[in-house]
């Protein structure tokens, strides 16, 4: 399985400020996502990392709020814009590989706990 | 819009007893998985169920699948203490995109 990892783990920041997150792979995936899981709650995906083109959003969530890079298949970003309290959750990058006609599981980062005061 | 739905959403159980946990969901699916979360942390791929009348064991963990039905069990045998934690079940759909049921916790006590 590939090694996910992610920077910051943890972030306490103000209100008002954005915040990058960074998910970076051990090897080349074909798919990366980035969910979001607010406190006590279940995991809802906001976007689908698209490389070299601009990212997928669900319902919900819009790029200009959550603005995600892809520069290559074993890095993308999230940023959090504008923050405020309710932006207070874990963030958590998955990787899923595509070869040879074979579909890989689906992995999950370490995650980022974010903090919005 | 998938709906995915999990019951108990919380479970005591005392150790040494069988329980099973539900899953079901509202579209078809080519993948269902089930995850462990350890406060704190992320979340650990238990199972990947890919076909009907599929099931898999690991340990005192059994998980099946019943794409009919649009269900699927995640069954504990003999419980043990180290088992207690949130378990999730999650439905793929197109893109690998995936919806999540909302967690069973699940506390083993001795």
């Known amino acids: 399985s590939a090694v996910i990892s992610q920077k910051p783990s943890r972030d306490i920041c103000q209100r008002g400020t954005s915040l990058t997150i960074q998910c970076q792979v051990d090897s080349q995936v074909t798919m990366m996502f980035w969910y979001r899981q607010q406190p006590g709650q279940s995991l809802t995906l906001i976007a689908t990392a698209n490389q070299g083109s601009e990212a997928t959003y669900e319902s919900g969530f819009v790029i200009d709020k959550f603005p995600i890079s892809r520069p290559n298949l074993t890095f993308s970003t999230l940023t959090v814009s504008n923050m405020s309290p309710e932006d207070s959750s874990i963030y958590l990058c998955?990787?899923?590989?595509?070869?040879?006609?074979?579909?890989?599981?689906?992995?999950f980062g370490p995650g980022t706990r974010l903090t919005v005061t | 819009e998938l709906k995915v739905e999990q019951n108990p959403l919380f479970l005591s159980m005392q150790e040494g007893k069988n329980y099973t946990i539900y899953c079901n969901y509202s579209t078809t699916s080519d993948r269902l998985y089930w995850y462990r979360q350890d406060p704190g942390k992320s979340l650990e791929s238990l199972f990947v169920?890919?076909?009907?009348?599929a099931v898999k064991q690991e340990g005192r963990l059994m998980a099946s699948l019943d794409t009919k039905a649009r269900l699927s069990t995640l069954h504990i045998t003999a419980a043990v203490h180290d088992l207690s934690a949130t378990y999730f079940c999650a439905v793929e759909t197109s893109g690998s995109r995936l919806t999540f049921g909302e967690g069973t916790q699940l506390t083993v006590n001795p």
């Open positions: 169920l890919l076909s009907n009348g």
């Open positions: 998955s990787v899923e590989s595509v070869g040879a006609g074979v579909r890989y599981e689906q992995y």
